[in-house]
């Protein structure tokens, strides 16, 4: 290993290869502080040509690799195993945008880009990049890509793989794959690209990207609405569907006991619907006509939605500062779950028809199997995404719970996503979390088959091992 680190320093600035324990410190833990691990060093690495060269010396010593970006992940993907031996590849000094298309209509940057640089780069340019999500302040572009993050816009612009039009990665021999082309057809054989995407970093260092821009909507309008009850949230889905068609940029589902945990924890994001329904929905339109045009659709959506005993109640936002404020208190749930101390996460997609049954059934098997846990149910209900997260019993260690009912817990969900034809990863990815669940629910010769690829790109194992498939 000495003679590894002595010719690491041949490859990058000594400055930017962090060996000491407090200067590695801050990379060994994720966001949730689910997961830990220890690493023989970090390397801050701020070309491609620099990370090819630390992965052909990783390759030459058998040094396995752990990409980092944000460390915002919440499967522990980008978190080292225990044994010390595995190094931290970060990216975060390679971050600049290479080049804004304006005729393509595209943006080249770099994977240590963070995700808010990138919206505001793109909003320079008159140009709206539409991915969205909670910890866009901290997340970076390589980070999104790796995982094919999704957030609030999936409904409309799609998730990160829809996004991307082309890439550069470092295979796991240290070669440069230059993929970095903005074209919106390209059927040249096997779509690397979207090998790569998604693959948590075992399979390729991602450098850089690009990306498709899209132009900036006029006028957005944010509503807040109650429903009684799932079967009413999803007619009201598909007749905004219907009506609104590619206006409809929003549709997230928030539980009352969802709620109830952000105003405990954040009393000035409480619901302003009366009562704190049973189901509230944020609801966003988005328009390149004029504000008028989609104000009046909204409302007469809303009015169709009244009328057929969808909805209870409406607030719309009458400015940006409050349609922001519904935005937060949406975002909030899940700093709420962290303050509340650890959860058992469950993000997972089921289709639209299936969704009721799935609430239905899980939830009164989870009751009845677990009583007192407090059920966390959220998601952008538009993609048939839930975060149906499990807080412990209220004045039950969250550890403790965690450590004896974890596995029971998870299979009791992913059974049920089973059952629905759903998937048990929807955006967040699978990481060490859900290694098991994905080797349970996969499907054998599906399995089979990642593994294949897992052997032919990467046959010492030397790129994030034991992360999404074990070889
Ligand atoms: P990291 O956590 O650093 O890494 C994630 C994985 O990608 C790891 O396996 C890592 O090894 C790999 N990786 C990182 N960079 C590279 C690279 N350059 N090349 C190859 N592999 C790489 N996710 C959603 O999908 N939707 C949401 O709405 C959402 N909301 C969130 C809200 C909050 C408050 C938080 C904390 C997280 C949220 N996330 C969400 C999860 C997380 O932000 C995303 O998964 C994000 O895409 C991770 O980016 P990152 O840069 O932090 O990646
Ligand atoms: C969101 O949609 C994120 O807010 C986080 O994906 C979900 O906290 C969670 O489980
Ligand atoms: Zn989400």
Redesign the pocket.
């Given at each position: 290993m000495q003679d590894f680190i002595q010719q690491l320093s041949g490859a990058i600035d000594q400055k930017y290869l962090l060996t000491q324990e407090e200067d590695k410190a801050p990379y060994l833990t994720?966001?949730?502080k689910r997961f830990t691990g220890k690493a023989l060093a970090v390397v801050l690495p701020s070309t491609s040509a620099e990370v090819a060269g630390i992965i052909k010396l990783c390759a030459q010593h058998q040094v396995a690799v752990?990409?980092?970006?944000?460390?915002?992940?919440?499967?522990g993907?980008?978190t080292p195993d225990n044994s010390g031996t595995q190094i931290i590849l970060n990216?975060k000094r390679m971050n600049r945008i290479r080049e804004v298309d304006v005729a393509n209509q595209t943006i080249t940057l770099e994977?240590?880009c963070i995700l808010q640089a990138v919206q505001d780069k793109a909003v320079e340019h008159g140009f709206l990049f539409p991915l969205s999500?909670?910890?866009e302040g901290?997340?970076?572009?390589?980070?999104?890509?790796?995982?094919?993050?999704?957030?609030?816009n999936v409904l409309r612009y799609g998730?990160?793989r829809d996004l991307c039009l082309g890439l550069e990665?470092i295979t796991a021999k240290g070669e440069i794959w230059n993929g970095i082309k903005g074209l919106r057809k390209d059927n040249t054989g096997y779509d690397l690209r979207d090998l790569?995407i998604g693959?948590?970093?075992?399979l390729?260092?991602?450098?850089a990207a690009v990306m498709k821009l899209y132009p900036l909507p006029i006028s957005q309008w944010t509503t807040l609405v109650a429903c009684e009850n799932v079967a009413s949230t999803i007619t009201l889905l598909n007749l905004f569907q219907k009506r609104a068609s590619a206006l409809l940029t929003g549709f997230e589902m928030m539980t009352r006991e969802s709620l109830d945990l952000n105003e405990k924890h954040f009393p000035q994001m409480a619901n302003p619907l009366k009562g704190n329904p049973p189901y509230t929905v944020l609801i966003e339109l988005s328009d390149h006509e004029s504000e008028e045009h989609v104000r009046q659709l909204l409302e007469a959506i809303l009015e169709e939605a009244f009328e057929a005993q969808l909805i209870s109640d409406a607030v719309i936002a009458s400015n940006l500062s409050q349609a922001n404020g519904f935005w937060h208190m949406r975002?909030h749930i899940?700093?709420a779950q962290a303050q509340e101390g650890a959860n058992l996460k469950h993000?997972i997609t089921i289709p639209l028809s299936s969704l009721e049954s799935f609430i239905q059934v899980t939830d009164a098997l989870m009751r009845d199997r677990f009583p007192g846990v407090r059920i966390i149910n959220f998601g952008?209900l538009g993609d048939g995404n839930l975060h149906y997260n499990i807080a412990p019993p209220l004045g039950i260690d969250p550890k403790t719970f965690n450590e004896f009912n974890e596995k029971q817990i998870h299979e009791l969900v992913y059974d049920q996503v089973e059952r629905c034809k759903g998937s048990i990863s929807a955006?967040?990815?699978v990481?060490q979390l859900k290694l098991d669940g994905l080797r349970a629910h996969k499907g054998k010769v599906a399995h089979e088959l990642m593994k294949t690829l897992k052997r032919a790109l990467d046959p010492q194992n030397i790129l994030?091992p034991h992360?999404v498939v074990s070889i």
């Open positions: 994720d966001w949730r752990v990409p980092q970006g944000g460390h915002t992940g919440f499967c993907g980008a990216l994977a240590g999500l909670g910890a901290s997340c970076m572009i390589g980070g999104n890509l790796a995982t094919n993050a999704g957030g609030t998730n990160t990665v790569f693959s948590e970093g075992t390729g260092i991602i450098t975002e899940t700093l993000d952008h955006e967040h990815g990481g994030n992360k």
